[in-house]
């Protein structure tokens, strides 16, 4: 098989068990919020150091820790993504799955707003056109709710700037989760010991397969990483974006088709919205690929004949 179509596969693996999410952490109940989320904490460093026995890879953590910059900036994303598995867990388990969705749809507007703000970067007018829209489908749907959609929000915001905290550190995806989930080992156990004393606990306390199911998060979160590391190497960045909304739209459906959501007109009129400004995003980021990719075809040429 060639490398590329391998790659797309990962990746269509990676965004769909990503976008299956809203199916699993229901199964989790009558665990609260916190609790999964602490036991994701826990797990998760399981499984990656799991992988990493396997692959006997562990010669990164010493040079990691003579960059002080990097550790820093790997704790930082720690509790970014904190924030973002915390209040995603609450939005399925509160039944605002297709609001989870919502933010996950918007974070590539949010990303590209990050780029403008704090990295001084030039947007071109298709883009400006999609940040548009995107403003004014969350204006929508603020008035459909009759508030600003927070959880929405929150994720976009969270998850774009966990994005750009890895992307300045720049470690790879399960020596980073390693870290992240080291920095975040002694809250998580802090508090499952906390809940375990006060008697309000569920693992080991509403049988083994609900213990089991708590120890999956650790697997549910590594793997689709380990997924998207692989396919981020083998094609383009072009098509990871594409790929990327694979995951919204299942969470979307899942909320819709599965946990029953109501979806007045106003929010259909929303979402339209949001997608509208997904489709200009999308195409102009096609049509700027591709027109580099003809100049540099040019440029390659014109060297060869001269």
Request: net charge positive; hydrophobic share 55%.
């Amino acid at each position: 098989m060639p490398d590329t179509r391998r790659g797309v596969l990962f990746g269509i693996a990676a965004y769909s068990m990503w976008g299956l999410f809203p199916l699993y952490w229901p199964l989790l109940k009558p665990a609260g919020a916190v609790e999964i989320l602490a036991h994701r904490m826990v797990w998760s460093l399981v499984a990656v150091v799991a992988v990493l026995a396997v692959r006997r890879h562990w010669a990164w953590f010493r040079g990691l820790l003579a960059q002080p910059r990097k550790l820093g900036l790997l704790a930082l994303a720690a509790l970014i993504i904190t924030v973002n598995w915390g209040v995603y867990i609450y939005a399925v388990n509160s039944n605002h799955v297709v609001e989870g969705a919502l933010g996950y749809f918007i974070n590539p507007l949010v990303s590209v707003l990050f780029g403008v703000v704090l990295l001084r970067e030039r947007l071109r007018p298709l883009q400006w056109t999609a940040v548009g829209f995107g403003t004014l489908s969350v204006l929508v749907l603020a008035f459909d709710y009759g508030r600003l959609p927070w959880i929405a929000l929150v994720l976009a915001l969270s998850f774009a700037l966990y994005g750009l905290v890895k992307k300045k550190a720049n470690v790879g995806a399960a020596e980073s989760l390693t870290v992240e989930t080291l920095v975040l080992l002694g809250p998580a156990l802090a508090y499952l010991v906390y809940v375990e004393k006060a008697g309000q606990a569920t693992f080991g306390h509403q049988g083994a397969g609900h213990a089991l199911l708590l120890a999956g998060a650790g697997v549910i979160t590594a793997v689709p990483l380990l997924f998207f590391t692989a396919s981020a190497i083998r094609v383009p960045l072009s098509t990871i974006g594409l790929l990327q909304y694979i995951a919204p739209m299942l969470q979307f459906l899942c909320g819709v088709l599965v946990a029953k959501e109501t979806m007045p007109s106003s929010r259909w009129i929303g979402f339209s919205i949001v997608w509208l400004a997904l489709a200009i995003f999308t195409y102009d980021s096609i049509r700027t690929a591709r027109l580099a990719r003809v100049r540099k075809s040019a440029r390659t040429l014109d060297h060869v004949v001269t």
